[in-house]
């Protein structure tokens, strides 16, 4: 039988031997690296790891709010929008009253003001972490874009991207469950003062976020 | 016709909202506003246990137990509050990811957080967090024994 030894003379382990103690080591190692990651050393996890134990959870909802505008092509406003956003793990209702402001680029509206309701998903928000108020509640960056029809009063159609800052006013991460942010969509209404017949824009700026209400719900 | 059309979509979705609101505000109203427990937790430092009292340490010797001292004040001191705990290798960066990270219960009556975990020798730096509050940041070393 070969024993795996191709070296000859002072060869006094075999290949076959040396291969059973590499793989034993290497499950050894990867035993350990388990055991570390249970305790939260997440630099030994693998990514599907790191995914079971930290992956975002879902929580989701509907938002309602109005803005308003001014300028000319070049403009800028602000918002006051509530949030109504399940934990759909924890079962908990969160009421979130955001305001913010945002410089605007796009086909002028003179003056806008609008009233508008859709729908908010919330991404990176840790499984683990059960009461979710402090990682709602905070200084976000937005950044938005809007079509519609626009005839002295428009109907439009927007989407939201919001990303979660932490107090330093860096993007918050966390390992596993990623960056933090928010997508919306919304469907808006109300009168502006140049009619354009279609209404495009985008929209740039900062808000912040306050926990009004937390409702468990199941 | 087409600002017929526009005008009578307008006013339905202005109804739908109108009622939204409403409906909203009434379920609401008999709701007490939620109150959050703030914690707040000054004076970090890195610390170890000698005959009962914590003393201020800056290097730790490679397995020692590594503590967080400091002030901790919840707004509600019957209650407690979960914080974060994330260790970067080096300097945090908002680019870097921990190497390290802990949920733990704290309430007004702690002295100290164990950081459960094993370091290296080398520099890190160990943040404290509610939720996206950065609460504390020290430094800490780690050296070989």
């Given at each position: 039988?070969?024993?795996?030894?191709?070296?000859?003379?002072?060869?006094?382990?075999?290949?076959?031997?040396?291969?059973?103690?590499?793989?034993?080591?290497?499950?050894?190692?990867?035993?350990?690296?388990?055991?570390?990651?249970?305790?939260?050393?997440?630099?030994?996890?693998?990514?599907?790891?790191?995914?079971?134990?930290?992956?975002?959870?879902?929580?989701?909802?509907?938002?309602?709010?109005?803005?308003?505008?001014?300028?000319?092509?070049?403009?800028?406003?602000?918002?006051?929008?509530?949030?109504?956003?399940?934990?759909?793990?924890?079962?908990?209702?969160?009421?979130?009253?955001?305001?913010?402001?945002?410089?605007?680029?796009?086909?002028?509206?003179?003056?806008?003001?609008?009233?508008?309701?859709?729908?908010?998903?919330?991404?990176?928000?840790?499984?683990?972490?059960?009461?979710?108020?402090?990682?709602?509640?905070?200084?976000?960056?937005?950044?938005?874009?809007?079509?519609?029809?626009?005839?002295?009063?428009?109907?439009?159609?927007?989407?939201?991207?919001?990303?979660?800052?932490?107090?330093?006013?860096?993007?918050?991460?966390?390992?596993?469950?990623?960056?933090?942010?928010?997508?919306?969509?919304?469907?808006?209404?109300?009168?502006?003062?140049?009619?354009?017949?279609?209404?495009?824009?985008?929209?740039?700026?900062?808000?912040?976020?306050?926990?009004?209400?937390?409702?468990?719900?199941? | 016709?087409?600002?017929?059309?526009?005008?009578?979509?307008?006013?339905?979705?202005?109804?739908?909202?109108?009622?939204?609101?409403?409906?909203?505000?009434?379920?609401?109203?008999?709701?007490?506003?939620?109150?959050?427990?703030?914690?707040?937790f000054t004076n970090l430092y890195t610390?170890?246990?000698?005959?009962?009292?914590?003393?201020?340490?800056?290097?730790?010797?490679?397995?020692?137990?590594?503590?967080l001292c400091g002030n901790i004040?919840?707004?509600?001191?019957?209650?407690?509050?979960?914080?974060?705990?994330?260790?970067?290798?080096?300097?945090?960066?908002?680019?870097?990811?921990?190497?390290?990270?802990?949920?733990?219960?704290?309430?007004?009556?702690?002295?100290?957080i164990?950081?459960?975990?094993?370091?290296?020798?080398?520099?890190?730096?160990i943040q404290i967090?509610?939720?996206?509050?950065?609460l504390g940041v020290v430094?800490?070393?780690?050296?070989?024994?």
């Amino acid at each position: 039988m070969d024993d795996g030894c191709r070296t000859g003379e002072g060869c006094s382990l075999s290949q076959a031997q040396a291969n059973e103690d590499a793989q034993k080591q290497a499950l050894l190692q990867a035993e350990a690296a388990k055991g570390q990651c249970d305790e939260g050393h997440y630099s030994y996890c693998s990514n599907f790891d790191l995914w079971l134990k930290r992956h975002s959870k879902p929580v989701s909802g509907i938002h309602v709010g109005y803005s308003g505008q001014s300028g000319y092509g070049l403009e800028g406003g602000g918002y006051d929008q509530w949030d109504f956003l399940i934990d759909w793990k924890e079962g908990n209702l969160y009421v979130v009253q955001t305001v913010g402001a945002f410089s605007y680029l796009g086909t002028p509206t003179g003056m806008l003001g609008k009233i508008y309701a859709g729908t908010s998903v919330v991404h990176g928000v840790p499984g683990d972490v059960s009461d979710i108020s402090g990682l709602l509640a905070g200084s976000q960056f937005d950044a938005s874009a809007e079509i519609g029809l626009d005839a002295f009063a428009e109907v439009g159609f927007g989407k939201g991207f919001s990303v979660a800052l932490d107090s330093e006013g860096n993007p918050y991460y966390t390992l596993g469950a990623g960056y933090m942010y928010t997508t919306a969509n919304s469907l808006g209404f109300g009168p502006n003062a140049v009619p354009n017949a279609i209404e495009l824009g985008g929209q740039l700026g900062g808000s912040e976020s306050f926990i009004m209400w937390v409702i468990p719900l199941w | 016709m087409k600002q017929k059309e526009l005008t009578t979509v307008g006013k339905i979705f202005l109804v739908v909202w109108i009622v939204l609101c409403m409906l909203i505000v009434w379920a609401l109203s008999s709701i007490p506003v939620y109150k959050p427990t703030i914690i707040n937790f000054t004076n970090l430092y890195t610390c170890e246990k000698v005959e009962d009292q914590w003393i201020a340490v800056s290097s730790f010797n490679v397995g020692q137990d590594i503590y967080l001292c400091g002030n901790i004040r919840l707004s509600d001191s019957t209650q407690k509050k979960e914080i974060q705990v994330r260790v970067y290798e080096g300097e945090r960066a908002f680019y870097k990811h921990e190497i390290f990270y802990a949920n733990v219960m704290v309430s007004s009556m702690d002295k100290a957080i164990l950081v459960n975990t094993y370091l290296s020798p080398g520099i890190y730096e160990i943040q404290i967090n509610s939720g996206r509050r950065v609460l504390g940041v020290v430094q800490v070393e780690v050296v070989s024994q």
